[in-house]
C-alpha cells in the first residue's frame, strides 16, 4: 500500500516534481534523435546542436541526484522507482544514441558503421548489473560514450583509431574497477565537483561550437579532467581492495 498519504500535499508535489525534472531527459533526447535523423546520410554534418541536447540532458542527470536526496523521494513515493527512470534516460543519453552518433557521424571505417553496435550491448550488459553501481562507485567503465564520441569528433581521429578506442572500451566494461562517482565518492569529492563544474561548462561551449577555430585548444585543455578523473579512479579503486 502507498504511504504518500502520511506525507503533506507540497512535499508530495516536490517528490512528483523531482521524477518529472528527471523526465525531462527524454524530450531532450528525443531532440537529439531528430538532430540524428537530419544528419545521416547528410553531406554536410553539423552535430552541434545534437551534442548540446545530448549535454542538457547530462545536466539534468547530474543535478537530479541532489534533489531526489533532499526530497527523499523513495519514502515520499515508494510506488514509483526513481531510480528505474533515471537508468532509462542514462542509456539513451549516454549509449544508445552516442552509439547511433558513431555511425552517422563517419567516425568508424566505412563499411564498420555496425561496430557502434557493441558499445550499446556492452552497456545494456552494463546497466543491467546489480553492482554497477556501488555506494561510492561505477564498477565497469560507466558508458561515457558520449564522452567519447565528442573528443573524437572534436580532434577528428583517424577512424580506425576510433575503433580500437571505443574496442578497448567495450572491454573495459567487463573489467570490474571502481570508477569515481563524482557526486558520491569522498575522496576530493569538493575538488571534483569543481573541477567537473568547470569541465562541464568547457564541455557545453565545445558542444555548441564543434568546428570553430578555438574549440581545439579548449578540447586539449578540457582533457585534463577526463585524466584527473581515470587517475583518482585507479587510486580510489586500489584503496577499495585494500581495505578488502
Known sequence: MSTTTSFSTPRILAAWFVHFYTALGLPLLFLASIELLENYGSPEKDASMFFFWIWVAVFVDATDGFMARAVDVKTVLPDFSGRRLDDLVDFISFAFLPGIAFAVYDLFPAGWETFAILPIMASGYGFCQEKAKTDDAFVGFPSYWNIALLYL?????DPWFNLICIGVLCVMVFIPIHYLYPTR????????????????????AISLWPDATWTLPVTWVSLTFPVYYIVLSIIHHVKIHRKE
Open 153 to 157: 569528433y572534436v580532434f577528428q581521429t
Open 185 to 204: 565518492t569522498k575522496m576530493l569529492r569538493p575538488l571534483t565537483l569543481v573541477l567537473g563544474t568547470f569541465w562541464g561548462l568547457s564541455i557545453t
